[in-house]
């Protein structure tokens, strides 16, 4: 038994304790506006009924034109999924649902009706695979799946592998075909729901109610459930919106999927947070992308870096003169080298204020400041090897630590921890991985960093790589030891490794480095064609490079860090 399986319960929940602490703010029960998400609503449609909440947009090949809702009909939208969820599928304070779907109104609407009753949101890559999303549903309790339609060609599998009691919906959008035989059709549930019918008093469900459940790839096993609270997240909100001084004027545009929680944070409750109007897109286009900007009068985007690079080969002209209320570009979730910042930065003009956090943390733990003159910023995103990920934001404290849980000297490298009011409570059913990732009473988030002290007193965070070896394609978490096992499962294969190397389109791509057993032979397309039959497109190695030699530790572990160099040739194609 490992030495975090001993801890006590008792010892494992004062570590989780000790890394919801944060100094910045001693409490943070005085700065929300709302007891919790249903009254968020309330209050939000009581003075902006008539506002402009969200505008829609499909992907479609023809010129589009959103669909809108004001905040009094999006809220009606939520009272009436509120009404099925509860009625319909009986889903409770405490209980959880999943949901493997698309940006769609639908999608948001469930994810709000369902905190208005105090239950957990289980949100499922679609483009994960049968296997992992059946063990993300049954590992977090879930009782109902709403998916929609366009995630699945055929969802025969996964219905196979779901507990026997599921109740399933789906929603069909603008498919023809009627759902599954043993799916209920989600949008005539919601034709035909009686918002007449009660449901549980706003002011019943605590600010303490468990609000989402997002699985985050490991380095081994299975992914981890990040168990959010309805405070947390209104923490995380409230700091981002004080921030980039995101107020009811503001425009903000989703492109991100909401399956994620920077898509989720950011630029959707961030917005319905402060009384704004958010720009939703099902997904992201760069063709057109300046002319949205201006024809909606957007002030801030939340992006990847791969989203900047796409920006930057669609080549489209922008004026700025036609974007003056556009402030800034607000990116994260993967890894941004000096090289893309500075050829986006230079290109358009617009700055980029590059973030940092994680699923654990709600989502972001800092930011670049937005005061910053252009020469300061530029010079903290191109001076120092790396961009910075910038200062802690209000309502969590950021340190870099050995692995003792000592402080290590400025300029040092160590491991990035966080604590605070945005700090997970912890991973769904899951005391190991509590224990480990809350040592010293600090979130340890496997990543390695650096900090500066600026001129202006101010720490400023640098993130150098991960401790723990996920590879982060497009802002999407993978592990390497998923796609080992697929390596290794094809005959011939003596040793086959996933080696996550730097990519300038999606920040990192997958490549594989194998080695052939004695006598055997094959080819690169034929480990990528063995790897396309078992993993999504995402997780396929893009490059396969052939060899003898595996770097390994003296305990025999192999070091695919000290693989990545030979792939550095491929760091400027883009795999397609």
């Known amino acids: ?79 009436r999924v509120a009404t099925v969820l509860y009625h319909n599928y009986g889903i409770r304070e405490g209980g959880s649902l999943a949901t493997l779907s698309i940006n769609h109104p639908h ?17 499922i890559n679609p483009g994960e695979t049968d296997e992992r999303a059946e063990y993300v549903f049954t590992n977090s309790e879930s009782t109902l799946l709403i998916a929609h ?26 498919t023809i075909d009627g759902p599954p035989e043993g799916w209920d059709h989600f949008e005539s549930l919601l034709a035909g729901a009686d ?17 989402l459940v997002v699985y985050t790839s490991g380095t081994t096993g299975n992914p981890k459930g990040v168990v959010l609270t309805q405070k947390q997240m209104f923490a995380d909100a409230l700091a981002i919106s004080n921030w980039h001084a995101i107020d009811e004027h503001t425009v903000m545009m989703n492109v991100l999927p909401i399956h994620h929680v920077n898509g989720i944070v950011v630029t959707l409750l961030t917005p319905v947070f402060v009384g704004a109007e958010v720009i939703v897109n099902q997904r992201f286009r760069p063709r057109g992308f300046w ?20 920006l930057i080969d669609a080549d489209e002209q922008l004026d700025l003169e036609r974007i003056p209320n556009f402030r800034h570009f607000i990116c994260g979730a993967g890894p941004l080298s000096v090289e893309l910042a500075r050829d986006f930065q230079t290109r358009f003009g617009l ?74 409570k912890g991973y769904f059913n899951n005391p190991e991985a509590n224990s480990t990732a809350f040592a010293h009473g600090w979130f340890r988030s496997g990543d390695e960093g650096f900090r500066l002290r600026g001129e202006d007193d101010r720490d400023y965070y640098f993130i150098t790589g991960r401790l723990k070896e996920l590879i982060i394609r497009g802002g999407i978490n993978m ?58 497109a995402a997780k396929c190695p893009k490059v396969v490079l052939f060899g003898d030699e595996i770097p390994v530790t003296s305990t025999g572990k192999y070091q695919r860090g000290k693989l990545k160099h030979l792939f550095a040739g491929y760091k400027d194609k883009q795999f397609r």
Not at 149 to 173: D, F, K, Q, V
Not at 197 to 209: T, Y
């Open 107 to 123: 999608t948001i609407a469930i994810y709000f009706a369902a905190w208005r009753l105090g239950a957990r949101v289980v949100p």
């Open 351 to 424: 700055r980029i204020l590059h973030g940092y956090g994680l699923s654990e943390t709600v989502c972001y733990s800092c930011f670049l400041p937005v005061d910053l003159e252009w020469h300061e910023h530029c010079s903290w995103m191109y001076d120092h090897g790396f961009p910075s990920i910038g200062c802690p934001i209000d309502v969590n404290d950021m340190a870099i630590h050995d692995a003792a849980g000592g402080n290590v000297p400025f300029g040092e490298r160590g491991e990035i921890v966080i604590r605070g009011h945005n700090i997970m």
């Open 149 to 174: 339609r366009g995630c699945r060609e055929n969802y025969g599998t996964i219905e196979n592998s779901l507990p026997e009691n599921t109740r399933r919906a789906m929603i069909l959008g603008d």
């Open 479 to 536: 592990s390497p030891f998923e796609i080992d096992e697929v390596l290794c499962g094809m005959p011939g294969i003596r040793v086959g490794l996933a080696v996550g190397f730097e990519n300038r389109y999606y920040g990192e791509e997958v490549g594989a480095y194998v080695q052939v057993e004695p006598g055997k032979a094959m080819t690169e397309a034929d480990v990528i064609a063995w790897c396309r039959s078992n993993l999504t």
């Open 1 to 79: 038994m490992s030495e975090s399986t001993q801890l006590s319960q008792t010892t494992i929940d004062h570590l989780l304790e000790s890394g919801h602490v944060s100094r910045n703010m001693p409490s943070v029960d005085d700065h929300l506006p709302f007891l919790n998400f249903g009254d968020m609503w309330r209050q939000q449609v009581a003075e902006h009924v008539q506002r402009v909440c969200i505008r829609y947009y499909p992907c479609t090949d023809q010129d589009e034109s959103p669909i809108e809702f004001t905040y009094g009909e999006f809220s009606e939208l939520i009272d």
């Open 195 to 211: 918002t007449s019918q009660d449901l549980p008093a706003i002011d019943s469900i605590g600010a303490d109610a468990e609000t």
């Open 291 to 310: 002319k949205k900007l201006e024809k909606h009068n957007v002030g801030i985007v939340s992006v990847v870096p791969t989203l900047l690079q796409f």
